[in-house]
Each structure stands twice: as C-alpha cells, then as structure tokens.
C-alpha cells in the first residue's frame, strides 16, 4: 500500500490528527496546487484542480497542525462530488 493509499485511507477514517501537510501532499497527488491568495491571505488557503477548475477552500489550521473535524468532513464530501 502506497503513501498516498494510506493518506486515503487516514482521511476517510476521520482521525483527529490529520495534518495539513497530510493534506498538501494528498491533494497534490489529485492534481491540485496550493494558489497563492496574496500576502495578506493570513491563514486562508486555497487549492486549485488545473483540469476541473474545482476549488477547496480553508483554513490552515493554528496553533497546531491538526485540521478540525468539520475541515476533513467537508474535504471528504467534496472530493467524492468530484469523483475522486
């Protein structure tokens, strides 16, 4: 099972520990790039599908590294709409 089978996996199981950098290289493997909101975007983020268009919005978490549950629920329903 590859890295990216396992952050799967970890993301569907809801843990409360998933990282953003979990995240980050989760979401690269299905083809979206962090874009860049400005030096003023603060603790926004926003991650960009280059062949859909599709766009996920958030919230780097802070002071932890940990994304809140309501963050991955989201997450989770919006990459099974996109078909991934």
């Given at each position: 099972?590859?890295?990216?089978?396992?952050?799967?996996?970890?993301?569907?199981?809801?843990?409360?520990?998933?990282?953003f950098?979990?995240?980050?290289?989760?979401?690269?493997?299905?083809?979206?790039?962090?874009?860049?909101?400005?030096r003023?975007?603060?603790?926004?983020?926003?991650?960009?599908?280059?062949k859909?268009?599709?766009?996920?919005?958030?919230?780097?978490?802070?002071?932890?590294?940990?994304?809140?549950?309501?963050?991955?629920?989201?997450?989770?329903?919006?990459?099974?709409?996109?078909?991934?």
């Amino acid at each position: 099972m590859g890295k990216v089978s396992k952050l799967i996996d970890r993301l569907i199981s809801k843990p409360k520990d998933f990282t953003f950098d979990e995240l980050v290289v989760l979401l690269k493997h299905y083809g979206y790039d962090k874009a860049l909101c400005g030096r003023t975007s603060g603790s926004r983020a926003a991650f960009k599908n280059s062949k859909t268009k599709h766009i996920l919005r958030l919230h780097k978490p802070h002071p932890g590294q940990s994304l809140k549950p309501y963050q991955i629920t989201d997450i989770v329903n919006s990459l099974k709409e996109m078909g991934v």
